[in-house]
C-alpha cells in the first residue's frame, strides 16, 4: 500500500520523507516540479493516480478541500498560522495513517483445498475457532478460509493489528465493531450481525474499541 502527499511545501515534503525512511512506498505530486523531484529521487513515485494509495491533501488553500474529495483523500491539512493549531492537526493525520497503515499487512493463509492464499487483514472481519480448524470471515461476503492454527496464538500475534479476543471462540476486527452490548454480552458488527461475548473479555473489549475509537 502506497501513501500519496499532494502538496510538498514545509510540511508535505518531511512527512513524505519521513515515511520513505521508514520503508513505506510513497507517490506524490505538486505544482511545484523541482519538489517532485527531489522526493523521486528519494525513493518517491511521481503521480497522484496511483491506485490502491492513502492521499494526504497538505495546502494552505482552504477552498481546495472540496476539490479534494475527488481523490477520496484520508485527511485533508490546511496551514494554520498557530502552532499548537497544526501540531494538533499533524498528529491527528499522524494517528489516521498509523492505523490505516497497521492492517496492510499480509498474511498467507495455506489449506489442502484451496492450497496458498494472501490476505489483508484490513478484510477480516472476524476469526472463529471450530473444533481443530480456525476460520477467517471476511467483508464483502467473500469466501471464507478454514486453517489449522491455533486461537491463542492468533490471538497474540494479531493483538497490535486491532484484533481482540472476545470469545473463546472468536477473534474480532475492531475496524468492522459497531458497539458491545454489555447487557446481551454481545459484539455489534456494523453490517448488523452479532457475535457472542464472554463475560470474561467484556471489560477487555469494552477498553479496546473505546481506545480505538478515540485514535479515529
Known sequence: MKVGFIG????????AKNLLKAGHQVCVNDFHKE????????????????????????????????????????????????????????????????DALKQEKTVVLENREQ????????????????????????????????????????????????????HKKYIVNLKYVFNVSRSNETVIFKSGSELPMSRGYKNAVDDALTEYLRRK
Do not use: W
Not at 510538498?8 to 512527512?15: H, N, R, V, Y
Not at 496464538?153 to 494479531?158: G, L, Q, T, W
Open 8 to 15: 510538498l511545501g514545509i510540511m508535505g515534503k518531511p512527512m
Open 115 to 166: 492450497g496458498r492464499i494472501s490476505v489483508k487483514l484490513r478484510d477480516v472481519t472476524y476469526i472463529e475457532s471450530n473444533s481443530h480448524s480456525i476460520i477467517y470471515h471476511f467483508a464483502n461476503n467473500k469466501d471464507t478460509i478454514a486453517v489449522r492454527d491455533s486461537i491463542g496464538e492468533i490471538e497474540e500475534a494479531y493483538r497490535k493489528f486491532d484484533f481482540i479476543r472476545v
Open 35 to 98: 519538489a517532485v523531484e527531489e522526493l523521486v529521487a528519494a525513493g518517491a513515485t511521481a503521480g497522484a493516480n496511483n491506485a490502491n494509495c492513502f492521499v494526504i491533501f497538505v495546502t494552505s488553500h482552504q477552498e481546495l478541500v472540496y476539490d479534494s474529495f475527488n481523490f477520496r483523500p484520508l485527511n485533508f491539512i490546511c496551514k494554520d498560522p498557530d502552532a499548537d493549531v497544526m501540531k494538533d492537526r499533524l498528529h491527528m493525520v499522524a494517528g489516521q495513517l498509523t
